[in-house]
């Protein structure tokens, strides 16, 4: 009998057919909503938790606290509750109003702030205080180790070690900095490609961060190749998925697909996974699919 724990991982990888412009190309989605909390987010929010109370980190009576965008904060509360601990996250008010509601339906407490990097100073403030125990996704080790031990094993096994490019979109940077790590070890090869915003784009749970904000954890050397991706090729690439392959994802997702269809038309053959980060019903209170 499993427990829900044992539900993180093992997420289906699936074949883009329609959507991808070349022939020669193999194209691979890992579902990652396909995770009991619906996003990636899950295999870090277990991996951290878990983590530091094998390493008596998190003392009893503590609170955890952590700033997110949106999916770590509802991995984080399902993760809390398991474990039987309170946590109070910190998002940024522009969020949609669906991430709110299920991190609250968890039991956390939510605290709304003007942006992701206010939200993180304040979280790094409070969880200086001997009461709270701050996550911390941005420089926490655990973050990137989930994928090291779960999402790359995973993709190496299920490609049969035929995968040559790997695409993520970058916002903490842990997947994309564990699947290097454990795919690299495999085959250096294998070429990692990260996807960001363009400058004056905004696409929920992809970030181009200010100099003093950029992860601690991410590591420039791990990373073959950044893209770039406008809000409008994301939302369109979203929508696509939907209407033409049948999955229904996120934002982040459908930015991270038009990177790895780009790549796909220059490539004269090759096998490319990108990460479908989450779901889309976390997005329909917006205008996403409007």
Not at 150 to 166: A, L, Q, S, V
Not at 201 to 217: E, N, T, V
Request: hydrophobic share 40%; proline share 5%.
């Amino acid at each position: 009998m499993q427990t829900l724990i044992d539900c993180v991982g093992n997420t289906p990888l699936v074949e883009i057919s329609k959507l991808c412009p070349n022939p020669r190309v193999s194209l691979y989605a890992k579902l990652e909503g396909n995770n009991p909390g619906g996003s990636v987010k899950d295999r870090a929010a277990l991996h951290m938790i878990r983590s530091a109370l094998d390493r008596g980190d998190i003392e009893p009576g503590m609170c955890l606290i952590e700033a997110t965008s949106g999916n770590t904060g509802i991995a984080l509360a399902m993760m809390a509750r398991i474990f039987g601990l309170d946590i109070e996250l910190v998002m940024p008010a522009s969020s949609t109003r669906e991430r709110t509601l299920t991190m609250e339906a968890f039991g956390a407490k939510v605290t709304l702030l003007e942006s992701i990097e206010v939200c993180r100073d304040y979280a790094e403030e409070k969880g200086g205080h001997a009461d709270y125990y701050l996550l911390n996704q941005f420089a926490n080790p655990d973050n990137y180790l989930a994928h090291y031990h779960t999402t790359g094993p995973e993709i190496w096994r299920d490609t049969k070690g035929r995968i040559t490019h790997f695409v993520s979109a970058m916002g903490t940077t842990g997947s994309i900095m564990g699947n290097s790590m454990f795919l690299k070890e495999q085959n250096p090869a294998v070429q990692i490609v990260g996807c960001q915003p363009t400058e004056e784009s905004a696409i929920p749970g992809i970030r181009r961060w200010p100099a003093q904000y950029l992860p601690k954890i991410y590591d420039p050397k791990k990373v073959d190749r950044v893209m770039d991706v406008s809000q409008a090729e994301a939302t369109e690439m979203t929508r696509q998925l939907a209407r033409v392959e049948g999955l229904f994802v996120g934002m982040s997702s459908g930015g991270a697909m038009a990177c790895a269809a780009r790549l796909a038309d220059q490539l004269d053959t090759g096998v490319i996974v990108f990460i479908a980060c989450d779901r889309g019903d976390r997005y329909l209170s917006s205008d996403l699919f409007g």
